[in-house]
Protein backbone atom coordinates (compact mmCIF):
# COMPACT_ATOMS: atom_id res chain seq x y z
CA UNK A 1 0.00 0.00 0.00
CA UNK A 2 1.06 3.39 -0.91
CA UNK A 3 1.72 5.83 1.81
CA UNK A 4 -1.10 8.91 2.11
CA UNK A 5 1.14 11.07 0.85
CA UNK A 6 1.99 9.95 -2.28
CA UNK A 7 -1.47 9.98 -3.38
CA UNK A 8 -2.22 11.99 -7.01
CA UNK A 9 -5.08 13.70 -8.21
CA UNK A 10 -6.08 13.15 -11.67
CA UNK A 11 -6.67 16.45 -13.73
CA UNK A 12 -9.06 15.03 -15.85
CA UNK A 13 -11.63 13.83 -13.79
CA UNK A 14 -11.11 16.97 -12.12
CA UNK A 15 -11.74 18.71 -15.00
CA UNK A 16 -14.94 16.64 -15.51
CA UNK A 17 -16.09 17.54 -12.17
CA UNK A 18 -15.70 20.95 -12.75
CA UNK A 19 -17.93 20.88 -16.09
CA UNK A 20 -20.33 19.68 -13.59
CA UNK A 21 -20.33 21.83 -11.45
CA UNK A 22 -20.36 24.53 -13.75
CA UNK A 23 -23.67 23.44 -14.82
CA UNK A 24 -25.00 23.18 -11.81
CA UNK A 25 -24.49 26.30 -11.33
CA UNK A 26 -26.24 27.62 -14.56
CA UNK A 27 -29.35 25.47 -13.21
CA UNK A 28 -29.24 27.09 -9.57
CA UNK A 29 -29.15 30.63 -11.20
CA UNK A 30 -32.33 29.65 -13.49
CA UNK A 31 -34.06 28.26 -10.44
CA UNK A 32 -33.25 31.10 -8.01
CA UNK A 33 -34.84 33.41 -10.82
CA UNK A 34 -37.83 31.52 -10.68
CA UNK A 35 -37.72 31.64 -7.06
CA UNK A 36 -37.52 35.29 -6.79
CA UNK A 37 -40.20 35.76 -8.98
CA UNK A 38 -38.26 36.54 -12.06
CA UNK A 39 -38.31 33.60 -14.47
CA UNK A 40 -41.79 31.59 -15.38
CA UNK A 41 -40.23 27.68 -15.05
CA UNK A 42 -41.39 24.26 -14.06
CA UNK A 43 -38.32 22.87 -12.61
CA UNK A 44 -40.31 20.08 -11.20
CA UNK A 45 -42.25 18.59 -14.61
CA UNK A 46 -40.69 20.62 -17.38
CA UNK A 47 -38.20 17.86 -19.27
CA UNK A 48 -36.10 20.91 -19.96
CA UNK A 49 -35.00 21.38 -16.29
CA UNK A 50 -35.67 17.82 -14.79
CA UNK A 51 -33.51 16.10 -17.61
CA UNK A 52 -30.84 18.58 -16.82
CA UNK A 53 -30.72 17.83 -13.18
CA UNK A 54 -30.84 14.51 -13.57
CA UNK A 55 -27.55 14.52 -15.98
CA UNK A 56 -25.74 16.95 -13.53
CA UNK A 57 -26.51 14.60 -11.13
CA UNK A 58 -24.90 11.41 -13.33
CA UNK A 59 -22.12 13.40 -14.20
CA UNK A 60 -21.17 14.17 -10.49
CA UNK A 61 -22.11 10.81 -9.07
CA UNK A 62 -19.77 9.27 -12.15
CA UNK A 63 -17.10 11.47 -11.09
CA UNK A 64 -17.22 10.11 -7.84
CA UNK A 65 -17.31 6.83 -8.72
CA UNK A 66 -13.91 7.72 -10.96
CA UNK A 67 -12.35 9.00 -7.69
CA UNK A 68 -13.09 6.18 -5.51
CA UNK A 69 -11.00 3.88 -8.59
CA UNK A 70 -8.32 5.89 -8.68
CA UNK A 71 -8.56 6.36 -4.83
CA UNK A 72 -8.38 2.49 -4.54
CA UNK A 73 -5.89 1.61 -6.90
CA UNK A 74 -3.38 4.32 -5.15
CA UNK A 75 -4.08 2.66 -1.98
CA UNK A 76 -5.83 5.40 -0.12
CA UNK A 77 -5.88 4.70 4.03
CA UNK A 78 -8.79 4.55 5.89
CA UNK A 79 -7.85 7.31 7.80
CA UNK A 80 -7.92 9.58 4.69
CA UNK A 81 -10.89 8.29 3.39
CA UNK A 82 -12.85 9.15 7.11
CA UNK A 83 -11.33 12.63 7.32
CA UNK A 84 -13.03 13.21 3.27
CA UNK A 85 -16.01 11.21 4.63
CA UNK A 86 -16.46 13.56 7.46
CA UNK A 87 -16.92 16.45 5.80
CA UNK A 88 -19.06 15.19 3.28
CA UNK A 89 -21.28 14.09 6.05
CA UNK A 90 -20.83 17.42 7.82
CA UNK A 91 -21.87 19.80 4.94
CA UNK A 92 -24.81 17.65 4.33
CA UNK A 93 -25.90 18.21 7.74
CA UNK A 94 -25.45 21.77 7.14
CA UNK A 95 -27.72 21.84 3.96
CA UNK A 96 -30.81 20.44 5.46
CA UNK A 97 -30.21 22.76 7.81
CA UNK A 98 -30.24 25.61 5.65
CA UNK A 99 -32.73 23.79 3.49
CA UNK A 100 -35.28 23.84 6.59
CA UNK A 101 -34.45 27.30 7.45
CA UNK A 102 -35.19 28.77 3.18
CA UNK A 103 -37.55 25.82 2.86
CA UNK A 104 -39.47 24.38 5.70
CA UNK A 105 -41.54 23.09 3.80
CA UNK A 106 -39.57 20.89 1.01
CA UNK A 107 -36.28 21.40 3.15
CA UNK A 108 -33.34 18.60 2.09
CA UNK A 109 -33.31 15.62 4.31
CA UNK A 110 -31.35 12.99 1.75
CA UNK A 111 -30.20 15.54 -1.45
CA UNK A 112 -26.72 14.91 -2.79
CA UNK A 113 -24.15 15.32 -0.54
CA UNK A 114 -26.52 12.72 1.93
CA UNK A 115 -26.65 10.06 -0.78
CA UNK A 116 -22.90 10.92 -1.85
CA UNK A 117 -22.28 10.06 1.83
CA UNK A 118 -23.53 6.67 1.59
CA UNK A 119 -22.68 5.73 -1.44
CA UNK A 120 -18.96 6.21 -0.90
CA UNK A 121 -19.16 4.28 2.29
CA UNK A 122 -20.66 1.46 -0.45
CA UNK A 123 -17.88 2.58 -3.23
CA UNK A 124 -14.95 1.85 -0.88
CA UNK A 125 -16.49 -1.35 0.62
CA UNK A 126 -16.67 -2.71 -2.93
CA UNK A 127 -14.05 -1.11 -4.30
CA UNK A 128 -11.89 -4.45 -5.07
CA UNK A 129 -14.98 -6.44 -5.94
CA UNK A 130 -14.60 -7.97 -9.04
CA UNK A 131 -16.52 -6.56 -12.19
CA UNK A 132 -18.36 -10.14 -12.90
CA UNK A 133 -20.02 -9.32 -8.95
CA UNK A 134 -20.38 -5.59 -9.73
CA UNK A 135 -21.94 -5.76 -13.23
CA UNK A 136 -24.89 -7.53 -11.97
CA UNK A 137 -25.23 -5.09 -8.83
CA UNK A 138 -24.97 -1.78 -11.48
CA UNK A 139 -27.61 -3.27 -13.15
CA UNK A 140 -30.12 -3.92 -10.22
CA UNK A 141 -29.41 -0.38 -8.93
CA UNK A 142 -30.47 1.23 -11.88
CA UNK A 143 -33.66 -1.14 -12.61
CA UNK A 144 -34.90 -1.75 -9.04
CA UNK A 145 -36.67 1.32 -8.89
CA UNK A 146 -38.66 0.91 -11.81
CA UNK A 147 -39.36 -2.28 -10.45
CA UNK A 148 -40.38 -0.78 -7.39
CA UNK A 149 -42.94 1.30 -8.75
CA UNK A 150 -44.66 -1.13 -10.67
CA UNK A 151 -44.72 -3.82 -7.69
CA UNK A 152 -46.24 -0.83 -5.26
CA UNK A 153 -48.79 0.32 -7.47
CA UNK A 154 -49.99 -3.37 -7.47
CA UNK A 155 -49.46 -4.00 -3.45
CA UNK A 156 -50.86 -0.68 -2.06
CA UNK A 157 -49.75 -1.98 1.01
CA UNK A 158 -46.62 -1.27 0.25
CA UNK A 159 -46.84 2.51 -0.16
CA UNK A 160 -45.23 2.61 3.72
CA UNK A 161 -42.29 2.63 1.09
CA UNK A 162 -42.53 6.24 0.16
CA UNK A 163 -42.37 7.36 3.85
CA UNK A 164 -39.59 9.41 4.31
CA UNK A 165 -37.62 7.72 6.71
CA UNK A 166 -37.24 4.77 4.27
CA UNK A 167 -37.65 6.43 1.16
CA UNK A 168 -34.09 7.34 0.95
CA UNK A 169 -33.61 3.61 -0.53
CA UNK A 170 -35.51 4.80 -3.73
CA UNK A 171 -38.02 2.37 -4.04
CA UNK A 172 -40.99 4.59 -4.51
CA UNK A 173 -44.01 4.74 -6.77
CA UNK A 174 -44.26 9.01 -6.07
CA UNK A 175 -41.39 11.75 -5.46
CA UNK A 176 -40.81 12.90 -2.09
CA UNK A 177 -41.80 16.85 -1.95
CA UNK A 178 -38.14 18.35 -1.11
CA UNK A 179 -36.19 20.66 -2.84
CA UNK A 180 -33.56 18.00 -3.69
CA UNK A 181 -33.42 13.80 -3.39
CA UNK A 182 -30.81 11.30 -4.59
CA UNK A 183 -31.82 8.55 -3.19
CA UNK A 184 -29.85 5.28 -2.69
CA UNK A 185 -31.10 4.04 -5.57
CA UNK A 186 -30.64 4.48 -8.82
CA UNK A 187 -27.54 6.68 -7.93
CA UNK A 188 -25.59 3.75 -6.39
CA UNK A 189 -25.43 2.57 -9.84
CA UNK A 190 -24.30 5.25 -11.25
CA UNK A 191 -21.41 5.57 -8.87
CA UNK A 192 -20.61 1.76 -9.20
CA UNK A 193 -20.02 2.49 -12.88
CA UNK A 194 -18.06 5.04 -12.38
CA UNK A 195 -15.81 3.23 -10.58
CA UNK A 196 -15.69 0.17 -12.64
CA UNK A 197 -15.17 2.77 -16.06
CA UNK A 198 -12.33 4.05 -13.76
CA UNK A 199 -10.41 0.26 -12.65
CA UNK A 200 -10.73 -0.71 -16.58
CA UNK A 201 -8.94 2.72 -17.76
CA UNK A 202 -6.40 2.89 -14.98
CA UNK A 203 -5.81 -1.35 -16.07
CA UNK A 204 -4.89 -0.22 -19.57
CA UNK A 205 -2.35 2.39 -18.49
CA UNK A 206 -4.75 5.04 -17.37
CA UNK A 207 -4.32 7.62 -20.34
CA UNK A 208 -7.46 8.37 -20.60
CA UNK A 209 -7.52 9.93 -16.92
CA UNK A 210 -3.88 10.83 -16.96
CA UNK A 211 -3.87 13.20 -19.81
CA UNK A 212 -3.61 17.13 -19.78
CA UNK A 213 -6.69 19.10 -18.74
CA UNK A 214 -7.29 22.95 -19.15
CA UNK A 215 -5.44 24.49 -15.59
CA UNK A 216 -8.40 26.23 -13.78
CA UNK A 217 -10.92 23.55 -14.48
CA UNK A 218 -9.15 20.97 -12.72
CA UNK A 219 -8.05 23.56 -9.91
CA UNK A 220 -11.87 24.07 -9.58
CA UNK A 221 -12.71 20.12 -9.56
CA UNK A 222 -9.56 19.71 -6.68
CA UNK A 223 -12.28 22.56 -4.42
CA UNK A 224 -15.47 21.04 -5.40
CA UNK A 225 -17.37 20.06 -1.82
CA UNK A 226 -16.21 23.74 -0.75
CA UNK A 227 -17.31 25.25 -4.23
CA UNK A 228 -20.87 23.38 -3.64
CA UNK A 229 -21.33 24.65 -0.36
CA UNK A 230 -21.09 28.68 -1.34
CA UNK A 231 -22.33 28.36 -4.84
CA UNK A 232 -25.89 29.20 -3.53
CA UNK A 233 -25.37 31.48 -0.61
CA UNK A 234 -23.72 33.35 -3.46
CA UNK A 235 -25.79 33.66 -5.94
CA UNK A 236 -28.77 34.23 -3.64
CA UNK A 237 -26.81 36.68 -2.01
CA UNK A 238 -26.17 38.38 -5.30
CA UNK A 239 -30.03 38.38 -6.27
CA UNK A 240 -31.07 39.48 -2.78
CA UNK A 241 -28.54 42.60 -3.03
CA UNK A 242 -30.01 43.57 -7.17
CA UNK A 243 -33.71 42.97 -5.55
CA UNK A 244 -33.32 45.91 -2.93
CA UNK A 245 -31.14 47.91 -4.98
CA UNK A 246 -32.96 48.01 -8.30
Not at 28 to 33: I, M
Not at 107 to 122: E, K, N, S
Not at 132 to 156: E, S, Y
Not at 204 to 210: A, I, M, Q
Request: glycine share 8%; hydrophobic share 55%.
Amino acid sequence: MKHEATLQRLDRIDALRALAMLWMTAYHFAFDLRFFGWLDADFYRDPFWTLQRTAIVTLFLFCAGLGQAVAHAQGQGWSRFWRRWAQVAGCALLVSLGSWWVFPNSFIYFGVLHGLAFMLLIARVSAGWPARVLLPLVTLALLLPAGAQTLIAAQPQLMWLNEPWVNWLGLISRKPITEDYVPLLPWLGVVWLGLLCGRWALARGGSVLRGPAPGRLAWLGRWSLSYYMLHQPVLLGLLTAVRHFA
